[in-house]
């Protein structure tokens, strides 16, 4: 079973339960027998335009062209040895922003990437400069660690040894001067329309180093809607070297954990909850008034012989809003609420986005739509989750220490 | 280009089917157009099969046609107009046990569907197709640390709001 709580695990078999085995086979092959045979005539007739294509990319004279010397040095610069160490700029980000200007910043999450084909693979996942997630995976248990870093460690470097890649021109990624390099092209087949599509991948080398900086796949000369990714830094090891050791601290899969939330307090409580004086936006944020405090403690690591948890952390939540489902309520995901959670301990159950970080004091830091955000004030450690990204923008620069 | 058998195919089809169809399902919020998305992604998977290119396991492969069929039958839904808003029939527990009573219910589904999407997805691969992190990054073209950080977070606020849904009915 898969590591999900049995909470979740039991809100997702309600969602879904469990099914038996479906019995269409026979549909499914008589469905693809019938539109292979009326697809045939068409697929024949791309078939030599895409070999044609396909033969006139390959034969390029591309190291002994123009752009030949270019890309002994684009190889040059990248390396030749086995261990391929990376830095990769990860598709998930979230907007810092300045709460007395406004100037926004995004803030992406970065894969570091350690490959070796005989050692396998090391990642580490970094928000900010703090690791988010740590993870090693023994050779060939990943058939497919990172479109990016398995592209430069084997395409790239393997087009531009055997004189297959073309320089296509000059470009600019981020402000920075780059060549456009070409690694290969393809005609391939796409499931979703059954049609022949040409694909390309390329490399975005900087001018001055000639390392690579970005990477693209186009579809029909088109960039992917995955859009280009970003490579921070690249280079090529000798054998036995790099970092092939993750952190088991990192991963919190396998520790108990247990959330509470109790009680109404008084602001007064609130303050003895917390240990200092809280964090305050008002009996009202936007006109949405405050409807009840509550005590949290978040606990780690259960001794299950002695019952003590070997960590506890403690805070309180401000929700504002009306509430639902009766007794002291819950804030109704449907309306208009506001929640704030004060805790002065990072830990892996207060916050979401991020682990274990809290942007500089002044600033939120805020992911998706804006609906949830961190931020630190006065050494307390604050976490928002909001129905507009206005709402929670509002109650971030209320918060002060309360007088 | 190594292809992939019509017996493989088959097979895979009636071993993990269901698995298929539980995380369509999910995905389309709708029982037939979650089965319908499977049954038509079996058929690009036949269809194709010559062109599967081996560059990861034949499942992976075919999850993400179930996974791209599944949401183009959504979004296509979602399109047409007048339509009603057919929603899975939950089994509602009679474990006299459960924290939840149907309001809950209703609750924790509402929690489950404001995960953004790719968090969603990651539980339900996780969950449903009991996928390990390398599979599911390899149907989602992300990195298995990306898998694993997604994971945490869709975990952690399930956790988090559950929680306290319970915390606040005993």
Redesign the interface.
């Given at each position: 079973m898969a590591d999900v709580s049995a909470f979740v695990g039991r809100a997702l078999d309600e969602l879904v339960p469990p099914r038996p085995g479906p019995d269409r086979w026979p549909e499914i092959e008589r469905s693809a027998a019938h539109r292979l045979r009326r697809r045939a005539a068409v697929v024949l007739a791309a078939v030599p335009v895409a070999a044609a294509l396909a033969i006139l990319v390959l034969a390029w004279p591309f190291s002994s062209g123009p752009g030949g010397a270019l890309l002994e040095r684009a190889a040059a610069a990248i390396g030749d040895g086995p261990v391929v160490h990376a830095v990769v700029q990860s598709g998930f980000a979230g907007t810092e922003i300045d709460l007395a200007s406004g100037a926004r910043v995004s803030i992406h999450e970065e894969n570091e990437l350690w490959y070796d084909p005989t050692r396998g693979v090391h990642d580490i996942t970094r928000f900010a400069g703090v690791v988010q997630g740590d993870s090693l995976y023994a050779p060939r248990r990943v058939s497919y660690v990172d479109r990016t870093l398995a592209f430069l460690a084997t395409d790239y470097r393997r087009a531009l040894t055997n004189g297959t890649a073309r320089l296509l021109g000059d470009g600019t990624v981020d402000g920075t001067p780059v060549y456009w390099i070409r690694v290969d092209t393809q005609m391939l087949p796409d499931v979703a329309d059954g049609k022949l599509h040409e694909w390309a991948h390329d490399v975005a080398v900087a001018q001055d180093s000639l390392k690579p900086v970005a990477t693209r796949e186009t579809r029909d000369g088109n960039v992917s809607p995955d859009g280009i990714s970003r490579v921070l830094s690249v280079e090529s090891l000798g054998s036995g070297a790099g970092d092939f050791t993750a952190d088991p601290a990192v991963d919190p899969t396998g520790i108990e954990m247990r959330f509470r939330l109790t009680g109404s307090l008084t602001r007064d409580q609130a303050d003895q909850a917390l240990g200092v004086g809280m964090l305050w936006a008002g009996a009202s944020v936007d006109g949405l008034p405050l409807a009840r405090i509550a005590g949290e403690t978040r606990q780690e690591g259960l001794d299950r012989t002695t019952g003590h948890w070997q960590t506890t952390h403690t805070g309180i939540t401000l929700f504002y809003g009306p509430t639902i489902g009766g007794g002291i309520g819950v804030p109704d995901p449907t309306g208009a609420h506001l929640r704030i959670s004060e805790t002065r301990t990072l830990d892996d159950q207060f916050q979401r986005g991020v682990r274990n970080y809290s942007p500089p004091e002044g600033k939120v830091l805020v992911f998706g739509t804006g609906g949830f955000g961190v931020m630190q004030s006065h050494g307390i450690h604050v976490f928002l989750e909001a129905s507009s990204a206005d709402l929670l923008l509002a109650a971030a620069k209320a918060l002060a220490p309360r007088q | 280009m190594r292809g992939v058998t019509?017996a493989e195919l088959?097979e895979l089809?009636?071993?993990r089917?269901?698995d298929?169809?539980?995380v369509a399902?999910?995905l389309t919020g709708d029982e037939g157009l979650g089965?319908d998305a499977?049954?038509e992604a079996?058929?690009?998977?036949?269809?194709?099969r010559a062109?599967f290119r081996g560059?990861?396991?034949v499942g992976?492969w075919v999850w993400r046609?179930v996974v791209?069929e599944a949401h183009?039958r959504r979004d296509a839904r979602r399109d047409e107009p007048g339509l009603p808003d057919k929603r899975?029939a939950?089994?509602?527990?009679d474990n006299s046990d459960?924290v939840?009573d149907n309001?809950?219910?209703v609750?924790?589904?509402?929690?489950?569907a404001?995960l953004?999407q790719r968090q969603r997805l990651v539980?339900?691969l996780?969950?449903?197709a009991?996928l390990d992190?390398?599979t599911i990054?390899?149907v989602l073209?992300?990195?298995?640390?990306?898998v694993?950080?997604?994971l945490?977070?869709a975990?952690?606020?399930?956790?988090?709001d559950?929680?306290?849904?319970?915390?606040?009915?005993m």
């Open positions: - | 019509l088959e089809y009636r071993v089917g269901s298929y169809e539980r399902i999910a089965c499977v049954q079996f058929v690009r998977a036949v269809r194709g062109r560059s990861g396991p992976a046609i791209n183009r899975v939950a089994t509602e527990s459960s939840y309001s809950d219910s609750y924790v589904r509402g929690l489950i404001e953004p539980l339900f996780r969950y449903y009991d992190y390398a990054a390899e073209d992300i990195s298995t640390g990306t694993a950080a997604t945490h977070r975990h952690a606020r399930l956790d988090h559950l929680q306290e849904v319970r915390q606040w009915r």
